[in-house]
């Protein structure tokens, strides 16, 4: 009867409670590890790009930064991309003003890298002494050069050149941008 019946129930109830048990202390051990993670992920900090490039003072770091693009008629540095600033109110008339990668109108020597300097088709990278410098795909722009002194023109990088124009190390590319000059 129904003793019997209550019996075998609480028999059933009582192997399924010790299979169900392990599986239950595993799911609240996997809840409380979830619970940590998310609390974690909560205090992980998004960077704030406004405040990044805002931090970049003058054009040649912000040409450096790949979040950032220099607006020249606020003279500050901008979130945005190589299509332009990420919003329009961050660079009024950003056609004319907003500039990414480079700092056109800029002294080459406001340039910190050979990349940001060879984007500017006025200045090449001089990988002897690590600067830029005014000048084109013939050397740098300086009475020296003029001069016919070809020191400078060794380890030249610009972005005309049809050899070797990367930016690296002069020891590598000095001479296929100057071979030694032919004898008479």
Known sequence: GLEGDVSIAS????????KVRPQLQRLHSEADRLRDVLGSVRK???????????????CSACST??????????????PGTRHGPADVSFCSFPSDTYSFNM?????????????T???????????????????????PWNTSFWRGEDELR???VHQHLQEGSECRPHERNAELLYP???PN
């Open 103 to 115: 700092c056109p109108g800029q002294d080459c020597r406001s340039y910190a890298s050979c990349e």
């Open 180 to 182: 030694p000059p032919m």
């Open 11 to 18: 028999a059933s109830w009582d192997y399924l409670e010790a």
């Open 44 to 58: 992980l900090r998004v960077p704030d790009v406004i405040t990044f490039c805002r931090s970049l003072s003058n």
């Open 154 to 156: 060794t380890g030249w």
């Open 65 to 78: 930064a790949v979040v950032c693009g220099w607006c020249s008629t606020s003279m500050k540095c901008v």
């Open 117 to 139: 300097c060879t984007t500017d088709a006025l200045c090449g990278w001089q990988s002897r002494t690590l600067q830029c410098m005014s000048g084109t795909e013939r050397g």
